[in-house]
């Protein structure tokens, strides 16, 4: 298991762009796909947060909803055990608590890992507000 802390939250303007971090504490974090989901305001269950981003453990291999396409971008720095989501062109519907979630993968293993059970360890979560 990993313990996973989010960090780079915070208010931006539409249109701006945020660089969450995920700093991952455990063995062997380059053999853990990372995954990062949202929660937006009223959502009632933990298996109702929204699949944002997937990269694999090697960092090669990337996984977007369709929705953040083109303007989120998901990369991972073993060395440093951190994972980040660059967000750029953002909307006020972007506003949610962002997660960063982790499970074992083996190299073979699809990345498109889009269900909150699908992983084993979550952090605590960050905020995002877009204003318009």
């Known amino acids: 298991q990993v313990q996973l802390v989010e960090s780079g939250g915070g208010l931006v303007q539409a249109g701006g762009s945020l660089r969450l971090a995920c700093a991952a504490s455990g063995p062997a974090f380059a053999n853990y796909v990372v995954g990062w989901f949202r929660e937006t305001p009223g959502t009632e269950h933990f298996a109702d947060r929204d699949f944002v981003a997937a990269i694999s453990g090697s960092g090669s291999r990337t996984y977007y909803a369709d929705v953040v396409k083109g303007r989120f971008t998901v990369s991972r720095d073993n060395a440093k055990s951190a994972v980040f989501l660059q967000m750029s062109s953002l909307r006020p519907e972007d506003t949610a608590v962002y997660y960063c979630?982790?499970?074992?993968?083996?190299?073979?293993?699809?990345?498109?890992?889009?269900?909150?059970?699908?992983?084993?360890?979550w952090g605590q979560g960050t905020q995002v507000t877009v204003s318009s």
């Open positions: 979630a982790a499970d074992p993968i083996e190299p073979t293993q699809v990345v498109e890992r889009i269900s909150t059970h699908e992983y084993s360890s």
